[in-house]
Structure formats: structure tokens, C-alpha cells
């Protein structure tokens, strides 16, 4: 009967720590790349609505219902990204950063995703690279 506990008390300890862990890695994730997340997914919401009705959205406000947890439209610090369309069909998605400024430098610089439907994006992006 000792033995049993033991072994029980053991893994609960190692349940304990592997929980432990992954509390820690999840809230060590970078706002800026939780962001950059975001900004991929409405990329290919934006790609697959242009499939779908044959052009792209005029405006993101069909898809802030995606996602019950979450306006997926906003960066994480709860500002609205910003959705632009240029004349050649290249669609910039912006947010503005942690200050919700343009421009800005450090943890407040703005992360800018550019591109056309189709195109490749790795992540973590890195604004300079993309645009």
C-alpha cells in the first residue's frame, strides 16, 4: 500500500511540473508574435473570402465574429489592425504596436505584414522583410 502512494504522490508531482511549464512557456510568448499570429490567420480569412466571392473584403468587419475567444481583427493589446488594398491588390495589414501610434521604436514600433493572396509568409515576420 505504501508503494501505491509513492508512486501516486511521484506523478502527480510530475503532472505538477509539466503544468508548471507549460503556464510559464504560454505566458512567455511574446506579444509581438502573438500579434503576428493574428495578422497570418486573417490572412488566409482574407484570402479565403477572395475565393469565395471572387474579391477581396472592403473592410475586416465580417470576420470580428471568427473567433468566439477573440476579436480576430485586433492585435493583442486590443487595437484594431488596420486593413488597407493598394492599387496593384497588395493588402497591408498594420497594427500599430503597443502605444497604438504610428511609427515608434522598440516595443512600440509597428508590425506591418504586406502582401498579395498567395504568397508565403513564415513566421516570426519580420515587418522590414516583408513589406
Do not use: H
Not at 53 to 76: A, H, S, V, W
Not at 81 to 91: C, K
Not at 95 to 113: M, V, Y
Amino acid at each position: 500500500m505504501r508503494k501505491v502512494i509513492i508512486v501516486i504522490s511521484g506523478c502527480a508531482g510530475v503532472l505538477i511540473v509539466i503544468l508548471f511549464m507549460v503556464m510559464i512557456y504560454a505566458v512567455r510568448i511574446p506579444v509581438r508574435i502573438m500579434t503576428q499570429g493574428r495578422m497570418v490567420t486573417m490572412k488566409g480569412l482574407i484570402e479565403q473570402y477572395q475565393k469565395n466571392y471572387g474579391q477581396l473584403p472592403k473592410t475586416l468587419d465580417g470576420f470580428r465574429d471568427f473567433n468566439k475567444n477573440c476579436d480576430i481583427t485586433k492585435d493583442e493589446w486590443g487595437n484594431q489592425l488596420i486593413y488597407t488594398v493598394d492599387s496593384n491588390e497588395f493588402i497591408t495589414l498594420k497594427s500599430n504596436g503597443r502605444d497604438n501610434k504610428p511609427g515608434g521604436e522598440g516595443r512600440n514600433s509597428d508590425i506591418i505584414l504586406r502582401f498579395r493572396t498567395g504568397d508565403q509568409v513564415a513566421m516570426p515576420f519580420d515587418s522590414k522583410q516583408v513589406q
